[in-house]
Every structure is written in structure tokens, then in C-alpha cells.
């Protein structure tokens, strides 16, 4: 079943917790492989992406069990190498898993990662940095198997600041011997998460949330109890469902040190928000301020994550706007969704930029989630549409969103599945 109905009536007035983040989950989960003993991981969201990755942790053979939001790997007799194909396809993020078992068992072997549809993702900057590191990856129609005879550490340079490239290369360097220095990495805090994990594991981590990261490798590891911190990208749709609908919306368990440039884009369109520690609170502008030329960029500049969720509110603003993608190659597939909607949006042929007239009161409608972000952006669209809007496709949402038809009607909405 993926089909809701929202509607809603009015204003917001709540008050939340976020969820844990799925894009530090993720690869911290992925990291349990690197210790032979007991990772336990608190505040892990229960949501598609964390089921799929703790699958395939038990197909290489951990044990894991789950009690609420915390996670515990058992990873003493993991064998396996082989990502099973069903998880590699649905998940894009399951390459992570090919570093690790790198470290871990020498060798790893998958299917081509599926994911969201966000323009061609290739995996070069993996492969090529598994090559440094001294593997050889053999790549045939369907497979890729990377196999090393002992890896060394290297000097890495990422030709983009690739978050799961830089993911995924710290965790396999963490299985080489010496030392790996990896620049042009991401910056984002997912790495700085990761980071201070393998670093509680017992790994020797410098420069994290810099672009020039240096990792030791083949530390003695030992048994951790790591927090996972709020999702930034969960957060921050929350804050604009509220500047969309109006009202007040108070947010907890935020990670406020790495929203800056988040909260300064959602403050220049009128919103009053207030932080103090963990806690945000947003007052919604009466009239929302538009933007004149948005772009996204890799951390610290505005997240790609966001760009979606910015476009139907943008559409209510005193004027237009305009936003550039540089991340993705396509990442305005929800422009279509919202015109259906009565959003004003034209996005350029070569899907670089769109530029959204303000001024329009969006409507009910019909629509289908293209991807996680997008569907995001059509559950803020609908929390302010007049009348009932049907999104089809909710699984993409629910990879990203932890019970997020509770969340809904703690907004004041209404949601109902319907077949
Ligand atoms: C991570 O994806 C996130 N996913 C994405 O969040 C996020 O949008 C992205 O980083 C950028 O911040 C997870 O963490 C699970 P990239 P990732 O490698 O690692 C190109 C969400 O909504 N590239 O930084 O796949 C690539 O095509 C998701 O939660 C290569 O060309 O992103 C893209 O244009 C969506 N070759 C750009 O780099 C490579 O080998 C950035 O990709 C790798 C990437």
C-alpha cells in the first residue's frame, strides 16, 4: 500500500523530536564490520533504508537486533562478501557496505547500486580509489568484485567532494596497512559522525568535516555504545512545512551547529527561528520572503537535500525565485508533481536551474513521489494544498521519514492510506 491522502486545515502549532540521521546511520551501521565484537548504535531512525542495511549486515553473517531506535551489531562471525543483489538495487547507499567488507574480509562483491533517480550517480570515485588503496576491481555487465591482496594506505584525491565516495574509502582504508590520506573529501557532518565512531572503535582519524582527512589503518578494535545525532535534512522539512502552512512548529534533538546556512536561507524568507542548544523554534512569516538565486552546494554550503522541500514554498512567496542544482544532475523531477498542484515552475533544459513564480496558492491533486525529497516536498505542498492531495509512490518517503503519518497528524493533518 503507497498511496495517501493528506489534507489539512490550518495552522501549525506542535512540537516535535527528530529522528535520528538515516545519512549517519547508514554508514555507521556499515562500519560495524570493521570490529569482531559488539557495535551498539543509539537513536537509529526505524525507517526502509536502516531495515535494508541491518539485512544486509545479517546476510554477511552479524547478528543484529533491534530494541526501539537502538541497534546491536554482533559482527564476531561475519563471512560473508557478497552484498545481496534485492538491497544493492533498492538502496543506493548499500555501496557503502563495499569498504567495509574490504577491511573486514579483503574482498567484496555486489550488483551496480540502485537509488533514488537523481541524474546518472556513478561509482567511479569508489572504484578508483579502491585501485589506490591496491585492489583489484573487475567490473562486468552486471557485477563489481574488488578483491586485494593486502591493501596499503594511499593518497586519494577525489575529483568532487563525493560524500559516499569519502565514506566509503575511510572505511576501507581503515583495513590498510598505514596511512591514507584522503583530499578533496566532503565536509558534510556525516563524515564527521562516521569519523568519531571508527575513532571510539579505536582507528586514528584526522582532519574529519575538512576536506583533507588522514586515516591510519588496522587499529585493535573494541566494543562501542555510539548516539547517533538528529537529521538535519528531516529537520529542516519540518521547519518548512511550518513557514508553509504558518503557525509555530518547536523542534528537538536538532543538530543546530550544522544547520547554519539551512537556517540563514528559512531566516532571509521571513521566518523567525530560535535556537538554544538542541531546540529550534520557527515562527512562519506572514508573507514569505522569495529568493533570489539559490544555489546548493556540498557542505558547508545550502544542502542539495533541501532544494526539493524549498520549491512549494517558495511558490507562496511575495515574488520569484530562483534555485541552481549543482550537486545532481537532475534533481527538479518534483517541479512536474507541484505544477499538477498549481505551482508556477520552469525549469531549464538542461535541469541546472528552475525558477518559481510566487504569488500561488497551491490545490489538492493527484500526484507521485519521484524520489525521497521530492515526496517531502509533496507532504509540505500538501499540509498547505486547498482540499485532499493523493501521493502516490509513499514508499520513496518512507525511506527517509520514520512514522511519518504520526508526524503528519501531529502537524494537524489528516492522513489516510487508501488503496
Ligand atoms: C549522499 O549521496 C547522500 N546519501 C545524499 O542524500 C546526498 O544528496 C548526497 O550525499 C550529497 O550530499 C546518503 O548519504 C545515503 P555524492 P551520495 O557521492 O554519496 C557524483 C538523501 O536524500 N559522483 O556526494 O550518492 C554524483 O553523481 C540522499 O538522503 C560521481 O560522479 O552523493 C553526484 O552528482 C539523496 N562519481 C555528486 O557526485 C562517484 O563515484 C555527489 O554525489 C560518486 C559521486
Known sequence: MSRLRIRNHGRIHAELQVQGSKNSSLPCL?????????????????IEDVFAAIEILRALGARVSVEGSRVIICAHDVSGT?????????????????????????EAQS????????????????????????????LSEEKIDVRSRGMSGALIRLPFSSVGATENLLLAAAGAQG???????????EIVELSRLLVRMGFDIRGAGTSCIAIRGKADT???????????????????????????????????????STLEVFRQMGAVIQTEGRRVECRAPEKIRPVACLKTAPYPGFPTDMQS?????????????????????????????????GADI????????????????????????????????LVIAAMNAEGDTVIDDFYHIERGYERITDTIRILGGEACWIV
Open 30 to 46: 556499515a562500519a560495524a564490520l570493521l570490529h569482531p565484537g559488539i557495535t551498539v548504535l543509539d537513536g537509529v531512525p526505524m
Open 82 to 106: 557478497e552484498i545481496p543483489a534485492c538491497f544493492m538495487r533498492k538502496m543506493r547507499s548499500s555501496v557503502i557496505f563495499l569498504g567495509a567488507l574490504l577491511s573486514r574480509m579483503g
Open 111 to 138: 550488483v551496480y547500486p540502485g537509488g533514488c533517480a537523481l541524474g546518472s550517480r556513478p561509482i567511479d570515485f569508489h572504484l578508483e580509489g579502491f585501485r589506490r588503496l591496491g585492489c583489484e576491481v573487475v
Open 179 to 189: 596511512m591514507t590520506v584522503i583530499e578533496n573529501a566532503a565536509r558534510e557532518p
Open 222 to 260: 573494541k566494543d562501542v555504545c555510539f548516539s547517533m545525532s538528529g537529521d538535519r535534512i528531516v529537520a529542516g522539512t519540518w521547519l518548512l512545512c511550518c513557514m508553509n502552512a504558518g503557525g509555530r512548529i518547536c523542534l528537538d534533538r536538532v543538530p543546530v551547529q550544522w544547520m547554519y
Open 309 to 341: 522541500q524549498l520549491l512549494p514554498v517558495l511558490c507562496r512567496a511575495e515574488g520569484d525565485s530562483c534555485i541552481r542544482e549543482t550537486v545532481f544532475a537532475s534533481r527538479f523531477r518534483v517541479a512536474a508533481q507541484l505544477v499538477r498542484m
Open 346 to 377: 520552469t525549469v531549464s533544459a538542461d535541469q541546472t536551474f528552475a525558477r518559481i513564480r510566487g504569488g500561488s496558492r497551491l490545490h489538492g491533486a493527484e500526484v507521485s513521489a519521484p524520489d525521497l525529497r521530492g515526496g517531502a516536498a
